[in-house]
């Protein structure tokens, strides 16, 4: 069989492979039933293969990790387009490296992208940022339960926890605010320019717990975590301010420098009782009574 028609016959072997599997499969998976099956490959020729398939039409859905929170939305083809570029510009040496660690490391792509969401509200939202255009429109806003309509002076659009935001001040009050961009109902641009200077995300989430400031001052925060959870929590970074506190018991003390909000109170009930909240008795009596909702739910 020459080299041409052995090529043809290897790519109606992957789509053979790819079509019996339920859950897809990796190029290493794909690379090894090949081998199996007498063929003569390497990583890339199963990329080159890959990309054959989709050339001619076939639907072959990629999991690149990372990108999947970003999937039905603008952003995902810009990126996708990024990484196309660069990967133009990689050597093969270079291009099958980055495959190998590919394989070797696999990420949890957290949180997806919820379903329904209008690509062109986020192109929309987008534009308003880089053009710096005042945005108008009708916003439900979950904190407070109402639907109204906002004129916002775009920052940016942040990324954070698997869902996507908008920075921008809300010209009614002129206080820069936070705002969940499915929540938007409808949204335009205007030709007026936004002249208000631009916060930076280090600035403005500076001070808070998560992603919503409610205006209160930064306090100490002092908790405590049993010997269960110690491990746990002090491998990892929660806050920029926190302070770790060793004690003989196995457990741990931590200080944080921040705002008492409802994603704080709700953080530390998320360890239920392996935390336990000291300081100030803001937080200490918010934990107690969103405790005992919790509980009345389960009566």
């Not at 407070?144 to 010209?171: M, N, Q, W």
């Not at 949204?187 to 400031?213: C, H, L, R, W």
């Not at 409610?214 to 929590?233: H, L, R």
């Not at 935390?275 to 009574?289: C, M, T």
């Amino acid at each position: 069989m020459d080299n041409r028609n052995m090529q043809v016959a290897r790519i109606f072997q992957v789509l053979a492979i790819l079509q019996s599997s339920r859950n897809g499969k990796s190029v290493t998976e794909i690379e090894a039933a090949l081998i199996d099956r007498g063929f003569e490959v390497q990583k890339r020729t199963v990329y080159r293969d890959i990309d054959a398939l989709e050339t001619a039409g076939f639907p072959i859905n990629r999991d690149e990790g990372a990108l999947l929170p970003l999937a039905n939305t603008p952003f995902h083809n810009d990126l996708m387009g990024l990484f196309k570029k660069i990967d133009d510009k990689l050597g093969s040496n270079s291009r099958d490296h980055l495959n190998e660690i590919r394989e070797g490391f696999k990420f949890d792509p957290g949180p997806r992208w919820g379903l329904g969401m209008d690509p062109d509200t986020i192109d929309t939202l987008r534009a308003g940022c880089a053009e710096r255009q005042i945005l108008v429109g009708v916003y439900a806003s979950a904190s407070s339960g109402t639907v109204k309509d906002r004129r916002i002076g775009p920052h940016y659009l942040y990324f954070a926890k698997g869902a996507l935001y908008l920075v921008g001040e809300d010209l009614d009050d002129s206080k820069v605010k936070v705002f969940s961009a499915p929540r938007f109902k409808s949204v335009a641009m205007t030709d007026e320019v936004y002249t208000g200077s631009i916060t930076t995300p280090e600035e403005y989430f500076q001070g808070a717990f998560g992603m919503y400031k409610d205006g209160s001052d930064a306090v100490e925060v002092i908790i405590t975590f049993n010997k269960q959870i110690a491990p746990y929590v002090r491998e990892r970074k929660w806050h920029s301010s926190q302070t770790i506190v060793n004690k003989a018991d196995g457990s741990i003390v931590m200080t944080l420098h921040c705002q008492v909000n409802l994603e704080l109170v709700r953080w530390v009930l998320g360890f239920g009782a392996n935390a336990r909240a000291i300081s100030p008795d803001s937080l200490v009596k918010s934990v107690q009574e969103e405790s005992k909702n919790v509980a009345r739910i389960y009566d």
